[in-house]
Structures are given as structure tokens and as C-alpha cells.
């Protein structure tokens, strides 16, 4: 696939302004949208869209299929008279700077309750055939991941590998009890599934009438308790009883001293390979029904993989085993035709990785921020091919001013030195410089657009808590940074 020299924003729509604890799929989504249109940008990259749970990763989902219903917008469901102010009667005092997912939790899942009751109320409401048609639709995944959460719901919220054995092991008697018995539970998770999509959908849509494309994002992991884990058991290293006997992660690295142990259950590749790999191409037929390019995390990973034993209690006992590698990537194209993929390419990077990236023509990704050790660094753009992103950072990365700011002297006097620049506006010299680079794509952060410090900073690799909350300042979009980026963009063809 090849791709025309362009430019976007970074921006996870839980970032959003608006009056609900957190961004969502509501206004604030399209009036970005125009904004980004008004610059001259042509991309908008998102995280994984995925239902979060523990940590509030969009890393680590409930479902790889599935999207998150906090980002429904009320206003919307208000509009489709599915809400009505009393159901707003209670609502928390948010943070305005910051997502409080303990409050939202507490909170949103009620609201979308009331719109569930709302519309099972109304017998003759357009939405009805709708929403049966979004079932029937989507039953490979729909069924199992709606049963998966009310059993959950129903179990306190614990992890599927302590449910009782039968529901475990799925045994189809009991699970067949426990769709009778939750029936309810499980249509409301199918409800609220319907709404996500809906809007994603409506919101997608438009974003293509403006010529805006969508780059997302899909983990090449699932998380241990997700639906597809539990449903697909077989497909993963699991013993009996649902625990993984390896786990995912990598080695020692520029973040962690004792490795990342991200505790994802492996996939058994030889299970995959005996049924054409048929699970991986449904997971990307369906991020490519949400977005026009997918950036896939951890690509390193189908050349070779950091297997780590199941209960080691940190990622340095680990070995590398290898991955699918082209086959799989064959057999999607074959399934799907050539493949929009950006190959995130980043860690321990070895000469096969580099291989299969290349032998697929995938673009990789460069990190601006990683550039600054020396003349050598392959992050620098003098050193580009055109086939690359080049990102100032990513969600992983401090924001641009933050690094700066806290960047080892050697390495900032090398930023000085390599940009000609005295540093008093370092966010806007490194955007500057990727825009003008060879790369296909430069892509920054918004927070970097906006110059701001640690304090907005996404994510921190390898710590849970306490991240994924920042959202942007409402009035932040002004015409002044519209400008300045449409100049960039004019000046660098993007």
C-alpha cells in the first residue's frame, strides 16, 4: 500500500473536552474534525478503541473486537431521545484537566442503563431493526464478549480464570444457564455495543466527507481477561485452569531496567496456523471496519517474541522465541487484500524484523525524541527513508517540552546543536523538523502542539495507574496554532 505525504494529530478521543468526565464521540469529536481540516492535516491516529479495564489501558481490553461504551456521547443519546436532563440529575463534579475513570466507572455505566431502558420501552422505535441488524451482524463476537462481560458483572469483576469451573472451561450446559439467566445483562452489553459502533460509525463518516483519514491501533496481544481469551482458549498458552504458563513482554530496555512484564497470555502459533490463521484475519477485518490505517503495536513481535515464564516476577527470565513471521501477513492479504499498516517497529529491533517489515513494505515508525544521542542515531531524519512515520513522540513518550526539560545535557546540547535552534520553543523545532522531513507521514501529539510539559503526558511504559487521563483545555484549538500548523503544512507539501 502505498501512502501520500501527509500529516496529523495524535489524539485519543477520551481526550476530548466536554461536560461528561470524559472526552467522547459527542461534539467536541466533529468540531476537532473541522479543526483539523482547517490546518491542512489530512490524518487523525487514535489508541486502541477497545472496553479498558484495570489500569485503564486502551492496551489491555476486555475484547480485541469490541468498542468502548465510555466514549458514547449522552448528548447524542439525548438527541435520539434516549436520555431525557432528569437522567443527568446527579452527576459528579469532574476534574476539568483530567479523566477521574474511578468516577466515570461509577457513573456512565448507569446513564447508558437508562438509555437501555428507554429504548426497550419503546416498542416502535427505528432503532429496534437497527439494533437487531447490529447483532446478527456481529454475532461471531458480539455473543461471546456479552455473556463474557455479564458473567463478569456477575462475579464481582474478577478475572475469568475465577469463575467457576464450568463457566471456565465453558461447559455448554452452564453456559447455556447463564445466557437464560443473565438475558438481561447480556442484551445490555449488546445495547451498549450498538451505541458505540453507531456513533463511531456516524462519526467516521464524516470525518471521510472532510478527507480526513483515520490511523488506529491494534495491541498484538490480548489481555488475559478479555473475552477472546476465554472464549478461544485453545489459541493461547493456557493451562486447565485459564492461567497462562508463558506470558508477554520484553527485555530490559531504554524504559525499565528489569524489562516490561506485561503479562498477556502468548498465542499458540501452530494452533493458528492449523485453521489459516482465521482469528487474525477477522481482528483485522474488523479494525479496518474503524479506520483506514492500522498501527500495530509491537510488530517486532511476529518476527520473534520475549516469552516469559508464568510466574516469574519480572521480565528478565525471559527468551526469545520465534514468531509466524510473512506467513501470516500472506494470509491476510490473501483474505484482505494489500494491507495499510504502519509496523511500530521500535525495542530490541533484529535483522529479522527488519526483514519481514521490508519484504511487506511497511512503513516503520521513527521517534523524533530518540534521535538526540549522536550524529549516527538512525531517529534523525537525515537518516530517513521516505517509507516511515516520523512522530515527535508517541502516547509512550514524555511530551516534547517535557523531555527537554528533563533530558540528559548532552543530549539536549545535541537537539540545540543538530536543530540550530536556542530551545526556548523546542516542541515547535522538532514538529518544524519532522514536518520537513522525507518521512510519508509526521505525526506529533496535540500536547506537543500546544508546548505543554510532563503534567500532560498519556502514558508511562511499564506503570500502571494514574495515566491515560489527560484531556485537552476547551478553548485550547485557537486560530493562532491554526495557522501555524497550515503553514507548516503548506510549506512542506504535506
Known amino acids: 500500500m502505498t501512502f501520500k505525504r501527509s500529516s496529523g494529530i495524535l489524539l485519543h478521543p477520551t481526550s476530548f473536552p466536554g461536560p461528561y468526565g470524559i472526552g467522547d464521540l459527542g461534539p467536541a469529536a466533529y468540531r476537532f474534525i473541522d479543526y483539523l481540516v482547517e490546518t491542512g492535516c489530512k490524518l487523525w491516529q487514535v489508541l486502541p478503541l477497545g472496553p479498558t479495564g484495570y489500569g485503564d ?15 458514547v456521547s449522552p448528548d447524542f443519546l439525548k438527541n435520539d431521545g434516549l436520555l431525557t436532563e432528569e437522567d443527568f440529575a446527579g452527576m459528579p463534579t ?30 416502535d422505535t427505528p432503532l429496534r431493526e437497527e439494533f437487531e441488524a447490529f447483532c446478527a451482524q456481529n454475532a461471531s463476537w458480539l455473543d461471546d464478549f456479552a455473556l463474557f462481560m455479564a458473567l463478569k458483572d456477575a462475579h464481582g469483576g474478577v478475572a475469568w480464570n475465577e469463575w467457576p469451573v464450568p463457566l471456565r472451561r465453558r461447559d ?23 451505541l458505540f ?31 477472546d481469551a476465554w472464549a478461544n482458549p485453545e489459541l493461547f498458552y493456557l493451562d486447565e485452569n485459564g492461567k497462562p504458563t508463558v506470558v508477554a513482554g520484553v527485555p530490559p530496555d531504554y524504559f525499565s531496567p528489569t524489562g516490561q512484564l506485561w503479562g498477556n497470555p502468548l498465542y499458540r502459533w501452530d494452533v493458528h496456523k492449523q485453521n489459516g490463521y482465521q482469528w487474525w484475519i477477522e481482528r483485522i477485518r474488523a479494525i479496518l471496519s474503524l479506520v483506514d490505517i492500522v498501527r500495530i503495536d509491537h510488530f517486532r513481535g511476529f518476527a520473534g517474541y520475549w516469552e516469559i515464564p508464568g510466574n516469574a516476577p519480572t521480565a528478565e527470565t525471559g527468551r526469545w522465541v520465534p514468531g509466524p513471521g510473512i506467513e501470516l501477513f500472506q494470509a491476510i492479504r490473501n483474505a484482505l487484500g494489500d494491507l495499510p499498516i504502519i509496523a511500530e517497529d521500535l525495542g530490541e529491533i533484529t535483522p529479522d524484523v527488519i526483514e519481514l517489515r521490508d519484504t511487506l513494505g511497511l512503513p516503520g515508525m521513527k521517534i523524533y525524541q530518540f534521535g538526540f544521542s549522536g550524529p549516527e542515531n538512525p531517529f534523525l531524519p537525515h537518516h530517513y527513508p521516505r517509507n516511515c512515520v516520523v512522530y515527535t513522540g508517541t502516547h509512550d513518550n514524555d511530551t516534547a517540552w517535557g523531555w527537554y526539560r528533563t533530558a540528559p545535557q548532552h543530549e539536549i546540547d545535541f537537539a540545540r546543536r543538530y536543530l540550530n535552534i536556542s530551545g526556548n520553543d523546542f516542541a515547535w523545532d522538532l514538529i518544524r523538523s519532522a514536518w520537513a522531513s522525507v518521512a510519508v507521514f509526521a505525526l506529533a501529539p496535540l500536547q506537543d502542539f500546544l508546548n505543554l510539559g510532563s503534567e500532560a503526558r498519556m502514558n508511562f511504559p511499564g506503570k500502571v495507574g494514574g495515566y491515560w487521563s489527560w484531556r485537552m483545555p476547551p478553548d485550547c484549538l485557537t486560530d493562532d496554532l491554526k495557522g501555524r500548523i497550515r503553514e507548516l503544512n503548506y510549506l512542506y507539501q504535506r
Open 172 to 194: 455448554p450446559q452452564a453456559l447455556a444457564q447463564a445466557r437464560e439467566q443473565h438475558a438481561d445483562a447480556i442484551r445490555r452489553q449488546q445495547f451498549r455495543q450498538f
Open 94 to 123: 469532574w476534574p476539568e484537566n483530567r479523566v477521574d475513570f474511578g468516577l466515570v466507572f461509577q457513573w456512565k455505566p448507569s446513564l447508558l442503563d437508562s438509555a437501555y431502558r428507554r429504548f426497550e420501552s419503546i416498542p
Open 57 to 71: 489501558s486502551p492496551y489491555q481490553c476486555f475484547s480485541a473486537f469490541a468498542g468502548n461504551p465510555y466514549l
Open 197 to 227: 459502533f453507531r456513533q463511531w460509525n456516524a462519526l467516521r463518516s464524516y470525518v471521510h466527507s472532510k478527507g480526513i483519514q483515520i490511523i488506529g491501533d491494534i495491541p498484538i496481544f490480548v489481555a488475559m481477561d478479555s473475552a
